[in-house]
């Protein structure tokens, strides 16, 4: 099933999202909800979803980055952006607890900020901790592309949004970036 994804200024994306404990991660709905956060991200198509953009204030995040995606991109901009192929990840209760010092400054987009990129400058790497869809404890070394993506949609479970840590005089629309 495709969820909706909410757009900035729905005041559920600056609600604070709560854990889940590792009981419901295992019971149908939040099962069935993760399949239905991958068929949304995938039709989007995004790299990373949290439950936050579906209208759930709730500490759950997927993230995937096809083969098939990176095909349309230029290899010298996935080399310079560290991109590679992500399988599909799910995080519960994810927490950053080692962040690299080297930062990297990129164009990206958001799905609740449909139509605009910004320029956002975030850590190069960074170790996260989390409950994987068994509620299983996981620790993810991220680097590059991944570590940007991590950083992004844990941003929207502490009610962050790109475009608030943007350059304004960056922020520019897709077609404009195009040009
Ligand atoms: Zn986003």
């Known amino acids: 099933m495709r969820l909706k994804i909410v757009q900035a200024g729905d005041p559920v994306l600056r609600r604070e999202a709560r854990p889940l404990t590792v009981e419901e991660i295992a019971l149908d709905p939040i099962q069935q909800l993760i399949e239905h956060m ?18 759930l204030p ?6 995937e980055d096809r083969a098939e995606y990176l095909k349309a991109v230029d290899p010298a ?10 399988d599909f990840l799910v995080l519960a209760n994810p927490r950053i607890v080692n962040r690299s010092a080297r930062t990297a400054e990129f164009f990206e987009g958001c799905l609740s900020v449909a139509g605009f990129s910004a320029l956002v400058q975030r850590s190069s ?12 404890t996981r620790v993810l070394e991220a680097a590059g592309w991944l570590a940007r993506s991590v950083q992004h949609e844990l941003d929207h479970l502490d009610v962050r949004l790109s475009i608030d840590r943007r350059d304004t005089l960056t922020c520019a629309t897709i077609d404009d970036l195009g040009r």
């Open 58 to 63: 709730i500490q759950l995040v997927v993230i």
């Open 38 to 55: 991958r068929e949304t991200m995938r039709d989007a198509p995004g790299v990373g979803l949290a439950a936050p953009q579906i209208g």
């Open 125 to 136: 790497g960074g170790t996260v901790e989390y409950l994987d869809a068994a509620g299983k």
């Open 77 to 86: 901009v996935l080399a310079e952006r560290e991109r590679g192929p992500v």
